[in-house]
């Protein structure tokens, strides 16, 4: 069965801590943390608790009135490949599991969000140099999914260039006769 080769224990286990641990750290960030855009020193300047609401996509980006949806409907597109790539996964390839993993993990914590609640996803990490120097507002599941996708990057360009070495090996042996 297909299913047995594949590293399903490291993929489920890794997508239910995931999800659960930023369905619980965005929780206490709603408890905690209004009103919302109040920053709460953690570390200085330099880590922040602020809760934000996106209603866009990663960076703040927003596409209109309908972004709740279309960001929805991409996610789920993204998730049905990331299964596809899943699927053809070997079992020994422990690296691109992890990966796909994180990503898939990230993209469910934030799609629960958008179709949980109007205001967007929460966000309340918040990393910078002083009040002018800060990086984008984020969470548990975009953590996830940025580290996922620099993995899966990083894997998928090394069985690319796996893949471009080999013939070239093949071809630079002599005929045996």
């Known amino acids: 069965m297909e299913s047995d080769r594949r590293n399903a224990p490291l993929f489920w286990s890794v997508i239910i801590g995931v999800v659960l641990s930023d369905i619980v750290t965005k929780a206490i960030a709603v ?30 980006l927003h596409l209109g009135d309908y972004s709740r ?51 967007g996803v929460v966000d309340f990490i918040d990393v910078g140099l002083g009040p002018d120097l800060r990086w984008w507002t984020f969470n548990v599941a975009d953590m996830a999914v940025s580290t996922g996708a620099f993995m899966l990057a990083w894997v998928l360009w090394g069985e690319e260039k796996a893949e471009a070495v080999a013939p070239s090996q093949l071809s630079s042996k002599p005929n045996e006769i």
Do not use: H, K, M
């Open 31 to 60: 408890y905690a943390l209004v009103p919302q855009r109040i920053p709460r020193q953690v570390i200085g300047e330099y880590l922040r608790f602020t809760l934000v609401y996106n209603p866009g996509a990663a960076f703040g």
């Open 69 to 119: 949806w279309i960001f929805t409907i991409l996610t789920i597109g993204a998730l049905y490949i990331l299964s596809r790539l899943y699927r053809t996964t070997s079992a020994d390839d422990w690296s691109r599991t992890l990966a796909l993993a994180l990503v898939c993990a990230g993209a469910i914590g934030n799609l629960i969000d958008r179709l949980r609640s109007p205001l």
